[in-house]
């Protein structure tokens, strides 16, 4: 099974960036898209990003379109998210995890693959 590790959160001003990311130890890495969402306070796990296996295709939430870039390397076992133009409504615990089959176009991630999450806070 695989097992992620998310970092690189923090709190930043409106307006700037953070790049957060995913170490994986799971030795079939390669062979999955991953990906990234968000969960804030009383709010729904919403989809953020996706990149196939071999970083070829990705896909943003329309919430993030534009501001945030995701990428991989498989020879390191990571998945990164560089997040740009922050908004305070970013705030939240990201997460990372696979998106296999079907839930790399549904931007559902696997269940029971989760980190345990990076917190972002953007203020004013």
């Known amino acids: 099974q695989v097992q992620l590790v998310e970092s690189g959160g923090g709190s930043v001003q409106v307006g700037g960036s953070l790049n957060l990311s995913c170490a994986s130890s799971?030795?079939?890495?390669?062979?999955?898209?991953m990906g990234w969402f968000r969960q804030a306070p009383g709010k729904d796990r919403e989809f953020v990003a996706v990149?196939?296996?071999?970083?070829?295709?990705?896909r943003y939430g329309d919430a993030v379109m534009g501001r945030f870039t995701i990428s991989r390397d498989n020879g390191k076992n990571t998945v990164d998210l560089q997040m740009n133009n922050l908004q305070r409504e970013d705030t939240a615990v990201y997460y990372c995890?696979?998106?296999?089959?079907?839930?790399?176009?549904?931007?559902?991630?696997?269940?029971?693959?989760w980190g345990q999450g990076t917190q972002v806070t953007v203020s004013s």
């Open positions: 799971g030795r079939d890495f390669s062979s999955f898209a």
């Open positions: 995890a696979p998106f296999s089959g079907r839930n790399y176009y549904r931007g559902v991630p696997d269940s029971g693959s």
């Open positions: 990149i196939s296996w071999n970083g070829d295709a990705s």
